[in-house]
């Protein structure tokens, strides 16, 4: 049997990552809000402390906006959202 690849795989770090680290370098690099002339390192290292905030953004876009149902299926979306909510829980190790 052939396995083929899962066309709608994406290779892109999960949501919540890429929303932290935005947020991130918004409050830490000179070309945004903060002062940093070369933020890169200093994302890299503090992106995770902006995943609550980042979760914070996902809960608010539960429920699409009137132009952003009109657009597409807004049953979709809120199943998109919740997902990228749910995987950017915690983890939660039991010992």
Known sequence: MIR???RHAH???PVAERIARVLAGQRISANAEGDAES???EVEESWKDYLPDAAAVLRTLREPDSAMAAAGDPAVWERMILAAIKEARPRTIVL
């Open 39 to 41: 933020a890169s390192r």
């Open 11 to 13: 290779q892109h770090p």
């Open 4 to 6: 083929r690849e899962n």
